[in-house]
């Protein structure tokens, strides 16, 4: 069955702090790996990543995958009370999306 | 930009009523997907569609059914609402099955 581990499950770091959020997973026929952020409404896309070592970068948010170790990282780097959401990753094996369970992040002033 | 929209955003039903939600794309996107979203389980998938009247099980379809008669529009059927299907419930589409997906804004449904 395939499986999508977040960790931390939560998190509390002041604004300014950099974080960094993990994912890993166990998927039969990988495709992709996606990252979202959910606010108090639906998941915004961040990244798809699909091949490892190529980062994706989108302003003070960064993300990597690693196939061999079966993995990914989102970055943020200075953060900010608005960027306090859950943060989504699921793996994309052509059937549908799988995600894990997120992990909360509050930034706090 | 992608727009999904659902037609509700909060909705009270009674235990046995027959409750219809509906979702719109606008993306011309051949998939699209119901899920439930509940606090300590994530999201979880119910079912979806990759072509007009076309429908697959996702991993919790029991209680629920769907119908894809047009290619914009998914709804999903609670045939009889009980209790245990009180959740936020979030519509998807993606252009295919192996890119992102982009979701409706939500729907939370409470069966008392």
């Known amino acids: 069955e395939d499986k999508v581990v977040q960790s931390p499950l939560s998190l509390v770091v002041h604004e300014g702090d950099t974080v960094t959020l993990n994912c890993s997973y166990e998927?039969?026929?990988?495709?992709?790996l996606l990252w979202y952020k959910q606010e108090k409404k639906a998941p915004t896309f961040l990244f798809m990543l699909t091949s490892s070592g190529i980062e994706k970068k989108s302003g003070r948010l960064s993300s990597i995958l690693d196939k061999k170790e079966l993995f990914s990282i989102l970055n943020i780097t200075a953060t900010q009370t608005g960027d306090s959401a859950i943060y989504l990753c699921a793996s994309n094996s052509g059937y549908a999306l799988n995600f894990g369970k997120g992990t909360s992040l509050l930034v706090t002033p | 930009d992608v727009k999904v929209t659902q037609s509700s955003r909060y909705l009270v039903k009674r235990t046995g009523e027959k409750v219809f939600l509906e979702c719109v794309q606008d993306?011309?996107?051949?998939?699209m997907f119901w899920y439930r979203q509940d606090p300590g389980l994530g999201l979880r998938l119910i079912y979806f569609s990759y072509d007009v009247k076309m429908k697959e099980k996702g991993d919790i379809p029991e209680g629920y059914s769907v119908s894809r008669e047009k290619k914009e529009r998914f709804s999903l059927i609670l045939e009889s609402a009980s209790t245990n299907q009180t959740s936020m419930y979030l519509c998807?589409?993606?252009?295919?099955?192996?890119?992102?997906?982009?979701f409706g804004p939500g729907t939370r449904l409470t069966v008392t």
């Open positions: 998927v039969t026929n990988f495709r992709s």
């Open positions: 998807a589409s993606s252009w295919n099955r192996v890119y992102e997906q982009y």
């Open positions: 993306m011309d996107h051949e998939n």
